[in-house]
């Protein structure tokens, strides 16, 4: 075959393979007549396919269903939301492509490497006077016989890299996902515990004038007056402080979900009274919970990562077998180029084995054996750590849930004392004074029980993070 009929077959194959390569192909239901038809994917639709089913498959990183069993109508919205704008994961996403793409860059070492490209030139030959003009085409051929399987080790390490990069992602969407139920339902407390504070204060205010009059009858003493207006001017100021945590919240809660600040009074919430019973607390867990945590598993390929590193430290001390081919086409036009018999072609093979580099090997690989203990006691440091977080999360659970009970305790016998004194006062056995100051002890308690739910709700967000949503 001449070498214009192998540059035209080969131009019309790699045309062949970009206008005609194979398409993906899926049933399609119609519904009007329960036919089935098959429609051709291109390439583009099935990257397209293929980039949502990984986000389906990512949304698996935050167990969306312990979500969805809140019956909450905004909350999932906004964690859909924070996984598809969230900052911090869209940078977990990025780190996740570079190091599956330094896999094949280090995997392009194994392969050969072949260089070709068009060189025209003019000579001048000694004692004449013509030009000549010459068009070469050299190709290279270079490979490293990878004999030992050092190129293949570093893959090997870059791989473990890639499989770290994916966990560490996962715990990125798992800290987001926890912040932004944590953040909501903060929110939602102070919604309520600012309805309930201006109830005190209305209730306050109306003590610390009826004792106002009481102190110009002589009846109450000026320090008790005193305490009353102190009373009220500090249920003011915790007024201000709820509402401050509340627009700290919104706007943290704005960008954790990716949108600007200028839209915390956007922020849709349910009612606190909407909100769903506690989930039952778990009184143990199992150990096993700490093997899926993403820290733990990130500290485990590390460790294969640094021993797959220290082996190929002790492969540098090896030869390299390197393959060389060379093949040039000259002539003085391209038709003449593109003739075999003006060809010239080599292949050679070589060894190199380097035998003194100044005590650098030996210090690369006492340098990966150190990394490779590192590792060793990290792993055992995580794995420390995260038993203490999952025991912590669960023991603060279980402790604000008693307490969260003796408050609810607590609040009945409050609510029954305050139906015993209404009844009084309705009789007229006591003053109006005296009932307020007990509905003031009644509002006070169901601060404390809303306060200590709403502990318990991020509580259990905690132990989810902490378990890696496997609750």
Request: charged share 25%; with cysteine.
């Amino acid at each position: 075959m001449s070498m214009k009929k192998l540059v035209a077959t080969t131009l019309l194959v790699g045309i062949l393979g970009v206008n005609f390569a194979p398409v993906t192909t899926y049933a399609l239901q119609d519904n009007t007549n329960n036919t089935v038809k098959e429609k051709k994917l291109t390439r583009k639709e099935k990257k397209l396919l293929a980039e949502e089913q990984k986000k389906q498959d990512k949304l698996n990183y935050i167990n969306i269903d312990w979500w969805e069993s809140y019956n909450d109508e905004y909350l999932t919205g906004y964690i859909f939301k924070a996984i598809a704008n969230n900052k911090d994961v869209e940078l977990a996403n990025l780190k996740v492509e570079e190091a599956r793409q330094m896999v094949k860059l280090q995997f392009a070492n194994e392969l050969p490497q072949l260089t070709t490209g068009a060189a025209p030139l003019l000579m001048k030959a000694q004692n004449e006077t013509r030009t000549t003009g010459t068009f070469a085409i050299p190709v290279l051929v270079s490979y490293e016989a990878d004999i030992f399987l050092k190129n293949h080790d570093k893959t090997k390490s870059a791989k473990k890299l890639y499989e770290a990069s994916e966990f560490q992602e996962k715990a990125t969407y798992l800290t987001i996902a926890s912040q932004v139920g944590a953040t909501y339902y903060n929110i939602v407390k102070l919604d309520k515990l600012i309805g309930i504070q201006n109830d005190i204060i209305k209730a306050r205010k109306e003590i610390f004038e009826l004792k106002k009059l009481s102190n110009e009858e002589g009846i109450v003493s000026t320090a008790d007056l005193v305490r009353a207006e102190k009373a009220y001017v500090v249920a003011t100021s915790d007024l201000i402080e709820l509402e401050k945590a509340r627009e700290i919240m919104l706007t943290s809660l704005c960008v954790l979900i990716g949108e600007s600040p200028a839209n915390a009074k956007d922020i849709k919430r349910i009612s606190y009274d909407k909100v769903q019973s506690l989930k039952p607390v778990p009184k143990e867990l199992s150990q096993d919970v700490i093997l899926e945590r993403p820290d733990y598993l990130v500290a485990q390929k590390m460790i294969e990562k640094a021993g797959i590193d220290v082996k190929v430290a002790k492969k540098e001390f090896l030869p390299s077998i390197n393959l060389l081919g060379i093949l040039g086409i000259t002539g003085s036009s391209v038709s003449q180029a593109m003739n075999w018999e003006s060809s010239l072609a080599a292949l050679g093979i070589g060894a190199l084995w380097p035998v003194f580099t100044g005590g650098s090997r030996i210090a690369n690989l006492k340098i990966n054996k150190n990394k490779y203990e590192q590792s060793i006691l990290n792993y055992q440091k995580t794995n420390l750590t995260a038993i203490k977080e999952v025991n912590d999360a669960l023991s603060t659970l279980q402790l604000d849930n008693q307490k969260y009970l003796k408050n609810v305790k607590s609040l009945n016998m409050q609510s029954k004392d305050y139906g015993f004194t209404k009844d009084k006062y309705n009789e007229g056995i006591i003053s109006k004074l005296d009932l307020l100051e007990e509905h003031e002890k009644l509002l006070v308690m169901n601060k404390m029980v809303i306060s200590s739910k709403s502990e318990c709700l991020v509580n259990q967000i905690s132990l989810y993070k902490a378990v890696a949503g496997k609750i």
